[in-house]
């Protein structure tokens, strides 16, 4: 299969929430964990307040916010919007980046100690159909640390599912290293990658979060629900990698943001 979405009724591959039961080995053969009751429910409307302030002035988009559906020389259509380093503005997101407990599980998957590359957020709104999918692609590919031990601890701030766009994945397929991109079609932001096994979905309730490698072959299909599909990421390091080709002294280690 050549795109980021699975048949209806694809089944969804298990997966360990339980450091003690296995979570690490899991993260090295699938590329993937999911992680339950990150967020409390009152953390989760915290931070969808955080993520409507950060995406939208009024009617408009933001400062500093992306449409990744963009085709140049067209009317912005903002049915795929990201933003980053809100935790900079934000103290709900501040709160977040400072966990001791995320980044010392992803130490855990990645076997030391890590920096924190970032945070962002995805926006899909409601109504824009087709045009809010997100393309099959490996992170890694727009970010270039080498060597590429990096996750991302997604985290849902509404119900994720099948209808409004969930993440899928290409499981396993961080083994597999650089993988070729192409534009979709002329004028794209995006690049995306191609691949004849078939992308597994996880849908996730909303405070639960989804933690990837950063070569994993991921995309998200449309939202195609009448609200948005809204999420919160931290992206963590190890401390070892270098971002195209420079050394990531720049970059705070976990550990010293931690409360």
Known sequence: ???????????????????????????????????DHVLTPEQ????QGSVERAFFDGDRPAEGVRDLSERRGRPLDLALLQKVNLWQSDPACEAQV????LYR????????????????????????????RLVLHQDNR????????????WMALDDATLDNGCVRYVLGSHHWGRVAHTRPEEGSVLVEAHSEQETVAYPVPAGSALVHHANILHGSGPNLTDGPRRAYALVFVRVDATVRGEAMTGFPLAADLAR
Do not use: C, I, N
């Open 105 to 132: 599980r992803v130490e855990r998957l990645l076997g030391g100690p890590v920096r924190l590359f970032r945070d962002h957020s995805f926006y899909k709104p409601a109504g824009k159909g087709d045009r809010s």
């Open 142 to 153: 727009y970010w270039h640390l080498d060597p590429a031990e990096a996750v991302t601890v």
């Open 1 to 35: 299969m050549t795109s980021s979405q699975s048949p209806a009724g694809a089944a969804e591959r298990p997966t360990t929430t339980d450091p003690a039961a296995g979570e690490p080995e899991v993260f090295r053969r699938d590329g993937v964990v999911r992680w």
């Open 44 to 47: 989760v409307k915290e931070l």
């Open 98 to 101: 400072r966990r001791s407990d």
